[in-house]
């Protein structure tokens, strides 16, 4: 069912009226007034709002029989207009900014987030419907971070939010020998310093000390998604020799990677020829039970803390494997997200939802952003002749062919 009706599967991370520019992943967000915009489309076009989950039972309740009332519902997808939006990662605005907008515009969305994310507090922060009825100033909802589970059940409890699993760490970790960077101001260090601080990651964006916990020069090594990575432990005294080497390195010249490595390459080299950089490598048992902990925690806790059942995997990265997938199965989920398997998946296979797409801002414009929602829209509906059109551009520039 999910692959004949062709609805737009919509794909967002964080909603602000602004970025957050010292924040090291504020590509994620989208300005305020795009995501309105996009919202404002799907009203005067007649889109109707539906969850994730409403497309993977087919339109019908979860505990409800197959059978007639199935079809039915695949008919009434088929002749209306639906599309969904979703989350990834629950950041806090999604409750500040999101939620307001969801109710304002009658929309629903499906928000997938990562339990050791979730603000431990029990605490509700004011939103853009306070700053509506002039409770507080657009400053002092200016919060960031993560949504908190008080949050989190108010959104469930409004009919215009549904909480889904993103797994449980949303991490990733080293797999190889191999050095692709050096810890340095304003670099993305979630992962590699998250992973020896999880207590730290729910406020880890306003947190002035979390890229701190580190020292400059730390070695990055090539890394991989938790959900597929087979972990490298690195042995601590090679990462401190080579933190060493670069004490004295000017961070306020600018980052040059080859010029650090090659201040520690000899280092690395008589590391690599003596086999002293890896301390030990997961095996493949231990990877399988970490994946199952993964998704069977997420899962769990979400259901407990919100009392409801989870039904949806969205993988972080899109990163997954078949393993992972029929784990997830195995554990209670009913689907999950194609991601960047979507070559190798079986076409007709419902617990696995087609890939989604992205709406963001185009060159600061809301008149070229509305036309390219248009675009992205119609090519996802597979309307003539923004579908043809989107075959032959990936055909020309990309030399791969597309249903």
């Not at 101001?185 to 701190?212: A, H, Q, V």
């Not at 490298?232 to 080859?258: A, C, E, M």
Request: charged share 30%; glycine share 4%; net charge positive.
């Amino acid at each position: 069912m999910m692959r004949k009706n062709n609805i737009p599967i919509i794909y967002y991370h964080s909603i602000a009226p602004s970025k957050k520019t010292k924040w090291f992943r504020e590509y994620l967000t989208l300005e305020l007034k795009y995501f309105e915009e996009h919202l404002k489309y799907f009203k005067k076009n007649g889109y109707k709002h539906i969850f994730l989950k409403d497309l993977v039972n087919g339109g019908r309740d979860p505990d409800s029989h197959r059978g007639d009332k199935r079809h039915q519902n695949e008919k009434s997808y088929r002749d209306d207009r639906n599309v969904c939006l979703t989350f990834d990662d629950g950041y806090l605005d999604n409750f500040i900014y999101v939620y307001p907008l969801l109710k304002k515009y009658k929309a629903k969305a499906t928000i997938f987030i990562n339990p050791v994310f979730a603000d431990k507090r029990s605490i509700v922060r004011k939103t853009l419907e306070d700053h509506w009825n002039n409770r507080a100033s657009l400053n002092e909802i200016n919060n960031w971070g993560f949504l908190s589970w008080d949050e989190m059940r108010l959104m469930e409890q409004s009919g215009f939010v549904d909480i889904q699993s993103h797994t449980l760490t949303h991490t990733k970790y080293f797999v190889s020998d191999k050095i692709i960077g050096f810890h340095h101001p304003g670099t993305d260090c979630l992962y590699y310093i998250g992973n020896e601080n999880p207590e730290r990651l729910p406020n880890y964006i306003e947190d002035e000390e979390f890229e701190k916990l580190l020292p400059y020069g730390y070695p990055v090594f090539e890394e991989k998604s938790s959900i597929v990575a087979k972990k490298v432990v690195i042995k601590q005294s090679f990462s401190d020799s080579v933190i060493q080497l670069l004490k004295n390195y000017n961070w306020n010249s600018g980052y040059d990677f080859n010029k650090l490595f090659e201040t520690i390459k000899p280092l690395y080299d008589e590391a690599k020829r003596t086999n002293s950089i890896i301390e030990c490598v997961e095996t493949e048992d231990e990877y399988k039970k970490r994946v199952y902990f993964e998704l069977k925690v997420s899962k769990e806790t979400i259901e407990k803390e919100l009392n409801k059942k989870v039904e949806i995997c969205c993988w972080p990265h899109g990163d997954n494997n078949e393993f992972a997938h029929k784990t997830a199965l195995e554990i209670g989920y009913k689907a999950t997200m194609q991601g960047n398997q979507e070559n190798k998946i079986d076409k007709t296979d419902i617990t696995r939802i087609p890939p989604r797409i992205g709406l963001s801002k185009s060159k600061n414009s809301v008149f070229l952003t509305n036309l390219k929602t248009h675009y992205k829209i119609k090519t996802a509906e597979r309307k003539f002749p923004y579908h043809s059109f989107n075959k032959l551009y990936n055909k020309l520039r990309y030399g791969i062919d597309i249903e």
